[in-house]
Each structure stands twice: as structure tokens, then as C-alpha cells.
């Protein structure tokens, strides 16, 4: 007799993780953007929400895979909840001056149209992270997490002006490298999906 496989359920810790994570979109935005993003400690909390949701990122996948609790709501939603917290980073940061516009839409036109495009052929091809978006993801987390510090604010005192200065340029280096790396595993990404689509047809 052949024993069907039970889909885990949707009410497990990596899920309840991938939501806390969508909840926290918000209060972290606004938290980013308080007095034009010129208050010291909220952007420290900024920065605690956003390291706070990257560490759950980390958590939830490992945890899914370790106990087989991977659900067809974990697939959608884990994604979303990704660029959603980063695409407000690069939103909120772009706001307050700390990262160039055209660098904003580049980055989410690419995420965007690979989540989608993800989700749009979940069913009928299987396109497992790779290294070099785990890298990307890595590094680009690095650098927005870094950003979210006030490195540069005038509240600082004037014993940190100098190595705020220094880690806001590491910073927008590491973010140089993320978005290079975005772009070349965006292109790794598309051109899999048409590998594997022909490979289909064939």
C-alpha cells in the first residue's frame, strides 16, 4: 500500500516567522522615517528591526527544512516578506538621502520581476537558490542594515563624526557590490527559467 505524503500545516514556527516578518515591514519604515529620518534613536530601532528580520529569514528557512515544514503558504509568502522588508530599506533609505534613487528602481524592477516570475512558474519549474543569490542576498543585507545607522547624524557626538563617515562609505561600497550582484544573479535567474522551460518544450 502506498502512503501519501500529508502536507505539513500552515500553522508552524517558520510560517508564524515569515508573517512576523510582513508585520514588521511598516513599524520599520516608519521608524526609518521619523523627523526625516534625522533621529538618532530611531534609527537605531530601524536598524535592530531590519537585523531582527533578516536573523528570522535565516531562522524560518533552516527550521522549514530541518523538520519537513515546508508549506505551499511558505513558498509565497517567505519571498514577499523578503523584498518587502528590503524594498522598504531601499525605499526609506532613498527618502532620506542615503541611497540614490536609480539605484532603488533598478534593484526592486529586478526583485520584483524575479519573485514574480518565481511564483508565476512555482508549479511547473523548480529553481533552487543559488549561491550567488544567497551571496547577493548576504551582502546587500550588510549594506542596508549598515545604512540604517545614523551614521551621518548631526546629533552624533563629535568623537563619531569621523568613523560614522568612514563605515557610511564602506557601507555604500558594500552596496555597489549587492547591486552588481543582484543584477548578475537576476541574469543567472532568467536565463535558468528559459533553460529549463525549453528543456520542457524539448
Not at 96 to 123: C, F, N, P, Y
Not at 130 to 154: E, I, M, N, S, Y
Not at 157 to 180: N, R, S
Request: charged share 15%.
Amino acid at each position: 500500500m502506498t502512503q501519501v505524503e500529508t502536507q505539513p500545516s500552515n500553522w508552524n514556527v517558520p510560517n508564524v516567522l515569515t508573517t512576523l516578518r510582513i508585520v514588521m515591514v511598516p513599524f520599520f519604515g516608519w521608524a526609518l522615517l521619523v523627523d526625516g529620518g534625522d533621529s538618532l534613536l530611531w534609527r537605531c530601532i530601524a536598524w535592530l528591526l531590519f537585523g531582527l528580520a533578516m536573523v528570522t529569514d535565516k531562522i524560518d528557512g533552516d527550521l522549514a527544512r530541518k523538520h519537513n515544514l515546508v508549506t505551499n503558504f511558505g513558498k509565497i509568502a517567505d519571498p514577499i516578506a523578503d523584498k518587502a522588508i528590503t524594498g522598504m530599506a531601499f525605499i526609506g533609505l532613498s527618502i532620506v538621502g542615503d541611497v540614490w534613487w536609480w539605484v532603488t528602481i533598478v534593484v526592486l524592477l529586478r526583485e520584483w520581476s524575479v519573485t514574480l516570475l518565481r511564483l508565476s512558474v512555482l508549479k511547473k519549474v523548480v529553481i533552487a537558490a543559488a549561491d550567488l543569490g544567497k551571496l547577493k542576498t548576504t551582502v546587500q543585507a550588510l549594506a542596508l542594515g549598515t545604512l540604517c545607522l545614523p551614521l551621518r547624524d548631526a546629533d552624533l557626538p563629535g568623537w563619531a563624526e569621523t568613523p560614522g563617515d568612514v563605515v557610511f562609505y564602506v557601507a555604500q561600497a558594500c552596496l555597489a557590490v549587492a547591486v552588481a550582484l543582484t543584477l548578475w544573479s537576476g541574469w543567472e535567474f532568467f536565463r535558468g527559467v528559459w533553460q529549463q522551460r525549453q528543456a520542457l518544450r524539448g
